[in-house]
């Protein structure tokens, strides 16, 4: 076990990491993984810093400017009007957004279609219904739904 594993780190960076969030509109447990995971793989070519707490709170910041990186860069596209006539659901979702959901990779197929057909679940929810690990969910949409959108982009890039 590394010293980088050790519990006693965490509220080192989490209450940053949990406040960066909440104010900027983030995930904090998608966050405090992301430090995780750039932590583990600097410990993985160097040796933990002399001063760990330091250290983790300025990843933090790293891993949270980071993150805030994607949500600047894009614009978002406004959806067209939906149907009146047709019921919520399945039916009022582009065609082609459903079409390219099967095509996608790994776990991505099913953690999207859950998301489309019941928006409201909760991360532990999804956690059940697709087996994958409450603590992946949030990177795990995000790589996905970036497939999604190079996919709705260039279609032909598919097969």
């Known amino acids: 076990m590394t010293a980088l594993a050790d519990t006693r780190l965490r509220p080192a960076f989490a209450p940053l990491a949990a ?49 805030l990186a994607p949500a600047r860069a894009e614009i978002p ?28 990779p790994a776990r991505c197929p099913a953690l999207l279609t859950a998301l489309l057909d019941r928006p409201g679940l909760t991360y532990t929810q999804l956690a059940a219904e697709t087996g994958i690990p409450r603590g992946s969910i949030g990177p795990t949409r995000s790589r996905c739904l970036a497939c999604l959108r190079r996919l709705l982009r260039h279609p032909a890039a598919s097969g």
């Open 19 to 67: 406040a960066l969030a909440r104010a900027h509109g983030l995930d904090a447990e998608d966050l405090e993984q992301a430090v995780w995971l750039r932590a583990l793989e600097h410990t993985a070519r160097a040796p933990l810093p002399t001063e760990p707490v330091g250290w983790l709170r300025s990843l933090t910041v790293r891993e949270f400017h980071r993150a």
């Open 77 to 104: 596209t406004p959806l067209p009007p939906r149907p009146t006539a047709a019921p919520p659901g399945r039916s009022d979702l582009p065609t082609a957004l459903r079409a390219a959901v099967p095509l996608l």
